[in-house]
């Protein structure tokens, strides 16, 4: 019996940032097809997904994302993991029944531990229904209209996961945290969220999960969607005949991806030039996966990822973590670098020059760029702190 074909995780990470719109020649301009490609833009922080278009479609600024979800072509919704995500239109139906009974489970018992009994959140409930007809507001103005008294996130939360809201807007602007709510029938009047079970939709995003990310383990699949290994295994049984089977790395680590990519990634032939990317914390490229080898070395692993497992801010070489980066905007707006290691001066410069174009982006102007010596491992510092990975450390040296 034939061994599973085995590839380099080099050839692995070249193939998947071209699936992903990472590689040079596969960048391009269509956001919502970034989306697709990336199976939806990570969105817990508010800069994240504007963030990873940039870094897939480096002439997007925050407007090209920003008018898609006014257009409604994307929407964020609460999916996989209980995390939020930016998703095509057409998917949501299928990502919001795979997850709605784990989603509604816990957004409920939040709304228990706050004191918020089923009568009140169904009398809450009814009252912003009719608050939100025809308009948006933000969680500050729903309250202070209702005169609500306690926590209204969990109502909202659950209302959300119920598929009775929307997250629409930020309201202040891309970077702003504060974000309107919307009536879902108003905003997607013809998404219909019953139009297909459990299991089918399940199925459905383990397929988009290996379309954007696979090869992958199952402990992979079972990672990013947050499904318990046996309905990960009942997925795939129904994908059966459209899968292939790879090994990974020198460990021959077992893995699957589409039979339609077999031939694809079997034709890629070793790395080439290193492409480097700045991607922002949390950005699905790293998210996806739990067995972090293919990019990551093992004792690195808690310098950038939190306890969580969650990712800050990187700066990779051919799909590998060579670094991360931070932004300070006092006293003067800097892109703080630090590389894990040492690194060919190409690898430098060619940071440099995107942590100039980063900088334009988000301070709307030029920046400095500096580097720092050192770093504390993000499992040693307080929760949150991927969002600033380089919080307090000084730059020791700047950049030109």
Excluded at 109 to 137: C, D, H, P, V, W
Excluded at 324 to 351: C, G, M, N, Q, Y
Aim: charged share 25%; hydrophobic share 40%.
């Amino acid at each position: 019996m034939a061994s599973d074909p085995r590839f380099d995780f080099g050839v692995v990470n070249k193939f998947l940032l071209g699936k992903q719109h990472l590689a040079p020649e596969s960048t391009i301009a269509d956001v919502v097809q970034i989306a697709r490609d990336a199976c939806g833009l990570h969105a817990t922080s508010a800069t994240t997904p504007y963030l990873s278009v940039f870094a897939r479609s480096p002439g997007a600024g925050p407007k090209a994302l920003s008018q898609e979800l006014e257009r409604r072509t994307l929407a964020k919704i609460r999916c996989v993991r209980g995390t939020i995500y930016i998703q095509p239109r057409d998917w949501i139906p299928a990502f919001v029944a795979a997850t709605r009974r784990r989603n509604t489970a816990q957004t409920s018992e939040y709304a228990r531990q706050a004191g918020i009994s089923e009568r009140r959140y169904t009398a809450a409930a009814s009252e912003i229904t009719a608050l939100l007809a025809g308009i948006g507001m933000t969680a500050a103005s729903i309250r202070r209209e209702m005169g609500f008294k306690g926590e209204l996130s969990p109502v909202l939360y659950r209302m959300c996961d119920e598929g009775l809201l929307l997250r629409g807007r930020p309201e202040k602007g891309w970077k702003d945290r504060a974000l309107q709510y919307v009536l879902f029938r108003e905003a997607l009047p013809d998404v219909d969220l019953e139009a297909m079970d459990e299991a089918e939709a399940m199925t459905c995003v383990v397929e988009l999960y290996l379309r954007g990310f696979g090869p992958a383990t199952v402990d992979d699949v079972s990672w990013w969607t947050g499904f318990s290994k046996t309905e990960v295994h009942t997925a795939l049984g129904r994908l059966e005949g459209r899968l292939a089977r790879v090994a990974l790395g020198e460990a021959r680590r077992p893995a699957l991806l589409l039979q339609e990519e077999i031939e694809e990634l079997s034709d890629l032939r070793g790395r080439g030039g290193p492409t480097v990317n700045f991607l922002p914390c949390l950005d699905g490229y790293l998210m996806g996966y739990h067995e972090r080898e293919r990019y990551l070395r093992r004792d690195l692993a808690d310098v950038v990822f939190d306890r969580s497992g969650n990712v800050t801010s990187t700066i990779l070489a051919g799909g590998e973590i060579v670094g991360v980066w931070d932004l300070e905007d006092s006293p003067d707006p800097t892109v703080k670098l630090h590389f894990l290691s040492r690194v060919p001066r190409e690898i430098r410069k060619a940071a440099v020059r995107r942590a100039v174009e980063i900088g334009r982006i988000v301070f709307d102007r030029e920046a400095r760029v500096g580097f720092c010596e050192s770093m504390i491992p993000l499992v040693r510092r307080p929760a949150g702190s991927v969002m600033s990975p380089l919080k307090g450390i000084e730059v020791e040296q700047r950049a030109g």
